[in-house]
């Protein structure tokens, strides 16, 4: 399952690509290149899984307390992101060859090369699977952050494992690739697809940029990935290469100095909208009115399906009228709302919660709504009968 989430879906179609031109070796080769191609996205996505986890535990002892896609708070890192999945989506518009042909493989090149781009595509699928991760990992993540080293180290490496557990049983049972099809002409066509793919990430990743440095910051990165894909295209293309780094990288450190100094420019909650506080919260209620609590960050994706297609809609828009509504955005770091989520056993967002005048609890709702349930929850709260 958590192959089939958005984030994660660019980076799959990458890895089926390179399984799919695995077939047009002969047998024996091919169930061996299956098989390595397994093995090092499989390394690629535990170990990176146990890295986070490392990271965490290093940050937990540095006194910082992080939860699920705290990466993506970071806007340098959003920005190296941003610039590396251009550079792959050129390598399937031709720009250049990243992806070394299957006969030529094994005639001319080491097969650790194949390796490590597998592990490689791991490394990628975990940075891009853990900021949308909630809807099927909230309470197990939430159990790790509280838990132990051993704990986190373990709950990482049964996420990872779980990640890679399409290519595990392609390596173990190599006859279930026969269902993938044949190399072919389409191949090419499927190759610009997955570049679109990749370059609609890129397009989510500079809008989470622009959230959390402003037009400005959001300005200085698309003018570095125009930057660093003419260089790729020169040093791709050039006949004296080396003339060509040597005026492109400079070209590419200059303008990557502007996006990496980027002021953080992010306005927690627009004017429409009421920040969250414990206070804000008890205010309301000795009001005598229903609170809901929406934990939510511009990076998350299931966050914002959350609110376009279910407390967007017009019949729930008019159930919260009664109701206050606090936002917690989770976008750029915040250790009051970090500690909140961990007070309800999560990790990362989204997180809603309903509190009813009167209640020793607010209603957790789950972390993919339902209209009908919401609405169900809200008419409960405005009538004054609580769960």
């Given at each position: 399952?958590?192959?089939?989430?958005?984030?994660?879906?660019?980076?799959?179609?990458?890895?089926?690509?390179?399984?799919?031109?695995?077939?047009?070796?002969?047998?024996?080769?091919?169930?061996?290149?299956?098989?390595?191609?397994?093995l090092?996205?499989?390394?690629?996505?535990?170990?990176?899984?146990?890295?986070?986890?490392?990271?965490?535990?290093?940050?937990?002892?540095?006194?910082?307390?992080?939860?699920?896609?705290?990466?993506?708070?970071?806007?340098?890192?959003?920005?190296?992101?941003?610039?590396?999945?251009?550079?792959?989506?050129?390598?399937?518009?031709?720009?250049?060859?990243?992806?070394?042909?299957?006969?030529?493989?094994?005639?001319?090149?080491?097969?650790?090369?194949?390796?490590?781009?597998?592990?490689?595509?791991g490394?990628?699928?975990?940075?891009?699977?853990?900021?949308?991760s909630?809807?099927?990992?909230?309470t197990?993540?939430?159990f790790?952050?509280?838990?132990?080293?051993?704990?986190?180290?373990?709950?990482?490496?049964?996420?990872?494992f779980?990640?890679?557990?399409?290519?595990?049983?392609?390596?173990?049972?190599?006859?279930?690739?026969?269902?993938?099809?044949?190399?072919?002409?389409?191949?090419?066509?499927?190759?610009?697809?997955?570049?679109?793919?990749?370059?609609?990430?890129?397009?989510?990743?500079?809008?989470?940029?622009?959230?959390?440095?402003?037009?400005?910051?959001?300005?200085?990165?698309?003018?570095?990935?125009?930057?660093?894909?003419?260089?790729?295209w020169?040093?791709?293309?050039?006949?004296k290469?080396?003339v060509?780094?040597?005026?492109?990288?400079?070209l590419?450190?200059?303008?990557?100095?502007?996006?990496?100094?980027?002021?953080?420019?992010?306005?927690?909650?627009?004017?429409?909208?009421?920040?969250?506080?414990?206070?804000?919260?008890?205010?309301?209620?000795?009001?005598?009115?229903?609170?809901?609590?929406?934990?939510?960050?511009?990076?998350?994706?299931?966050?914002?399906?959350n609110?376009?297609?279910?407390?967007?809609?017009?019949?729930?828009?008019?159930?919260?009228?009664?109701?206050?509504?606090?936002?917690?955005?989770w976008?750029?770091r915040?250790?009051?709302?970090?500690?909140?989520?961990?007070?309800?056993?999560?990790?990362?967002?989204?997180?809603?919660?309903?509190?009813?005048?009167?209640?020793?609890?607010?209603?957790?709702?789950?972390?993919?709504?339902?209209?009908?349930?919401?609405?169900?929850?809200l008419?409960?709260?405005?009538?004054?009968?609580?769960?």
């Amino acid at each position: 399952v958590l192959n089939l989430m958005p984030c994660v879906l660019p980076v799959l179609g990458l890895k089926v690509f390179g399984l799919v031109r695995a077939r047009g070796e002969d047998a024996d080769d091919a169930t061996r290149t299956l098989r390595k191609h397994a093995l090092g996205y499989t390394i690629g996505v535990i170990g990176s899984m146990e890295l986070l986890a490392g990271v965490v535990l290093a940050l937990r002892t540095a006194g910082v307390e992080t939860g699920m896609g705290f990466q993506l708070q970071e806007p340098r890192f959003v920005a190296f992101l941003a610039v590396l999945l251009v550079v792959l989506s050129l390598s399937f518009f031709g720009v250049f060859e990243l992806h070394v042909g299957a006969t030529e493989l094994s005639a001319k090149v080491d097969r650790s090369e194949g390796m490590a781009k597998s592990v490689g595509e791991g490394v990628l699928t975990v940075v891009l699977a853990t900021p949308c991760s909630a809807p099927f990992l909230g309470t197990a993540i939430g159990f790790a952050f509280a838990g132990s080293a051993p704990v986190i180290l373990a709950v990482f490496a049964a996420i990872g494992f779980g990640l890679a557990l399409p290519f595990v049983l392609i390596a173990i049972f190599p006859a279930l690739a026969k269902r993938l099809p044949k190399p072919g002409a389409w191949m090419v066509n499927l190759q610009r697809f997955l570049g679109f793919l990749l370059l609609a990430t890129v397009i989510w990743l500079a809008w989470v940029h622009g959230q959390l440095t402003g037009v400005t910051g959001m300005t200085t990165l698309l003018g570095l990935l125009l930057t660093a894909a003419f260089a790729t295209w020169w040093i791709a293309s050039a006949s004296k290469r080396w003339v060509a780094v040597l005026v492109a990288l400079p070209l590419v450190a200059f303008v990557g100095h502007a996006t990496w100094s980027a002021p953080r420019d992010h306005t927690p909650v627009s004017e429409a909208e009421q920040p969250w506080s414990p206070d804000a919260v008890q205010t309301s209620l000795g009001e005598g009115r229903p609170v809901l609590v929406i934990f939510t960050a511009d990076w998350c994706l299931t966050c914002k399906a959350n609110e376009r297609l279910v407390l967007g809609r017009e019949d729930v828009e008019e159930a919260l009228e009664g109701v206050t509504v606090l936002v917690g955005d989770w976008t750029a770091r915040d250790e009051a709302i970090r500690a909140e989520l961990a007070r309800h056993g999560r990790a990362g967002v989204p997180l809603y919660l309903l509190y009813v005048p009167g209640a020793d609890h607010p209603e957790v709702w789950p972390e993919l709504l339902g209209a009908d349930e919401v609405l169900e929850a809200l008419d409960r709260a405005t009538s004054g009968r609580s769960t």
